[in-house]
């Protein structure tokens, strides 16, 4: 095939130049304006529960102010899902406080709730205070056991921070994530269901939390008629001209949910009778995944083509991340990566002109943590023994492309390409 099947590709619907022209016309080019404030209530409409939403430059802030919001400072420790993007964890590296990584379930990929139960009390018994927030990830946008969590939650009057990041749309007993916890987190980056070329959004419970995260999200300015700080605030208000992007991208975004939805039910089909791979799929009714990323996951015994030469030179260009940016290594060789059956294919993939990723490398595995507090579950998923479910999923997991401009065709032929490439 000549084009390249990227992941998740941004596509505009075609509106949203008439929003960022209007923007140009009225000279509304600052990071306030008609665009940011209509891109709001589109948003609140989107997720209703009578929630108030803020505009931000990248879901990266959108943690970082919701931590702030929680009273999250130097010393604190903080409960993450350790299988995730490192902006779940990143945030909390900012304000001073201390990430506790959470393993996940089998099923859902996400923070398993009983170990979280367990490892709060344990916090508790070590430092004497328990954590002050619990950060829930929607993994490719399958929901997390959100019920549990925040009963957990109650339990020790912790408040939640879900990062629905990848799950804006994905809904648990027909509920938006986003709009349970305290604080919902939402990203618009390029990739993202829908995009602000860069940009996120913080959910808030009411008008007070709305009017306290406005105030860090831009100075913390002081009614008054001169400036006058009596807090810090961030400046991480999007911009008029993105948020007239976003206004665009709303109103196709039932249509790419669908559409992912889509792709998801034609992977599970075409992979069905393949021995070896299975498609990861709602675990239960419950879960209603916008399935951003459609993930796969391959038995360590399933042989592909070229598998004898994998990790033997390093990546020169950027395996997903942010704008292609990457440190260059010495050795293509860590002590925890995907199986090599599986850095195989996403090679044969690449060749094929398919974008293919591995799984989020667990967080408590990356060696900026590497002193972090872990409460893992351990495991056999794939007749292995593993000290972790994220890890042992990491190792057999990969990510195929599922966005808009993903067509059936191009499904097709990237299962077409999987199968060749297994060796009989």
Partial sequence: MGKRIYLCLAHMS??????????????????????????????????????????????????????????V???????????????????????????????????????????LDKAIADRIAVTGKKPKAIIPVALYGMPYKIDRIMEVAAKYDIPVIEDAAEGFGSRYDGQVLGTFGKYGVLSFNGNKMITTSGGGALVTEDEDHWREIMMYATQYRESYPYYQHEKIGFNYRMSNICAGIGRGQMTVVDEHIAHHKHVQEMYEDLLKDVPGIEVHGNPDVRSDSNFWLCAITMDPSVKIAGQENAYKTVVTGAVGGAAGVIHMASSAVTDCQPNDNVEALRVVLDAAQVEARPLWKPMHKQPVYKEAPRYLKACNLFGKDEESVSEALFKVGMCLPAGPYVTDDDVKYIVETIKNAIVR
């Fill in 73 to 115: 400072g130097l010393g604190d420790e903080v409960m993450v899902q350790s299988f995730t993007f490192c902006a779940s964890s990143h945030p909390v590296t900012y304000v001073g406080a201390k990430p506790v990584f959470v393993d996940s379930e089998a099923d859902s990929w996400n923070m398993d709730p009983e170990l």
């Fill in 14 to 71: 075609g509106k949203e130049m008439d929003f960022i022209r209007e923007a140009f016309d009225t000279n509304w080019v600052v990071p306030l304006g008609p665009n940011v404030n209509g891109f709001e209530k589109d948003l609140e409409e989107f997720v209703g529960e009578d929630k108030r939403v803020v505009a931000l430059s990248s879901g990266t802030a959108a943690v970082h102010l919701a931590l702030i919001a929680c009273g």
